[in-house]
């Protein structure tokens, strides 16, 4: 048997060299259009790729690109926070504290300081979902969280200096008093001021960050029945914000002095009224209406008005009043104010007149 020796190399065919060449400048071609991504991606970039995995519900991704950013960054506040909300999605509570913990810590790095506040928001809701009522009082962790942003509260400091909210509820529940009010033109007039006229003459103080603070802590006050610091919470929350929608009428009407709410929610008569004229429909862009220009200067109002939480703040001192009034009722209170049940007919006055009654803008 012969056997015939081949040479493998030779059996091959050539690569023809002009073939070689359109190849090579196709992938070059190719690569210079999709370049890889680099193997490290700023902090930034990692932390956006995650807000948009979490957004589309991705949460295994968004972790990921959260935990590199923070890698890479060191100290990342904003991407803890964000580890928070993931955490949030399964069973537990503890690493969902834990990390809102650490983005607190490093609030000091925030780039937008006041977002502080949201991480301590969520963290006394946090608080709160989880308490076990083992604690003195319900909530008490999440009461001292929402005290901790009170602490940068100025105006509620210096009434806490000054004596605390102790005059926020004797005035509420004072009698009628006569005052001279100041008016922008013509003499002063004396009227008799009681309840949130009365407070509001007395007392006056813008609201930002705290005001959910105040309500969190009067609603869970009612649930502990301090009835009393739910009143003075409730009020202080109150004044800030009907100070708010005083100082919007001021901008509208530079010679406004605030005389009573009356004026502005009551009074179709008054030229501050900012109840809806008649007929007036649900766009701003109506002809030839009562008052066309009425949605543009007063709906922000009422806006604010429902965004503020003011019904629940009413709310919340209804209940109050009706269960001091019950104590009174047992025995248990003896008032030489005004009669709780008057009061509270005030209060339910109000509620009714601003989101229920003739004057209520939108549902």
């Known amino acids: 048997m012969v056997y015939l020796e081949t040479k493998p190399l030779m059996n091959l065919r050539l690569f023809p ?32 790729l995650g807000q948009q995995a979490f957004e589309e519900k991705r949460f295994g991704e968004a972790t990921v690109f959260f935990r590199q950013a923070v890698s890479r960054r060191g100290i990342y506040p904003e991407a ?13 509570t503890a690493l969902q504290e834990a990390q809102l913990q650490k983005a607190l810590d490093e609030r000091g790095l925030l780039q937008v300081p006041d977002d502080r506040y949201a991480l301590l928001y969520s963290l006394a809701d946090l608080r709160l979902r989880s308490d076990k009522g083992t604690s003195v009082e319900k909530g008490e962790a999440a009461l001292e969280t929402w005290r901790e942003i009170l602490h940068d509260d100025q105006p509620y400091r210096a009434v806490e200096e000054s004596g605390g909210l102790d005059g926020y509820y004797n005035s509420l529940m004072a009698k009628a008093t006569v005052v001279n009010l100041k008016t922008a033109s013509g003499p002063s007039l004396s009227e008799n001021l009681v309840g949130l006229n009365r407070l509001l003459y007395l007392y006056r103080h813008p609201l930002g960050f705290s005001l959910r603070a105040h309500q969190e802590i009067a609603a869970l006050s009612v649930t502990n029945k301090a009835y009393k610091k739910a009143i003075g919470h409730s009020l202080f929350a109150l004044t800030g914000i009907f100070s708010t929608v005083i100082v919007q009428v001021q901008v ?11 004026e502005l929610f009551s009074d179709n008569q008054s030229e501050y009224y900012l109840g809806k004229p008649p007929g007036i429909r649900e766009s701003s862009s109506q002809a030839g209406g009562p008052n066309p220009g009425w949605l543009v200067r007063y709906q922000p109002i009422w806006d604010y008005l429902r965004s503020a939480g003011t019904q629940r703040s009413l709310d919340t001192l209804i209940v109050s009043l009706e269960a001091l009034e019950a104590q009174e009722k047992a025995g248990k209170m003896v008032s030489g104010q005004r009669p709780l049940k008057e009061i509270i007919q005030e209060i339910r006055r109000w509620r009714t007149l601003l989101f229920f009654g003739e004057v209520n803008v939108r549902g």
Do not use: C, M
Request: aromatic share 12%.
């Open 17 to 48: 060299f002009t073939s070689f060449v359109l190849v090579f400048l196709i992938t070059t071609l190719v690569g210079a259009q999709n370049p890889p991504e680099p193997d490290k991606l700023p902090s930034w970039v990692l932390f956006g």
């Open 252 to 262: 509208l009407h530079p010679e406004y002095v605030f005389r009573s709410l009356d």
């Open 80 to 92: 803890e926070a964000a580890l928070a909300r993931i955490s949030a999605q399964g069973e537990g």
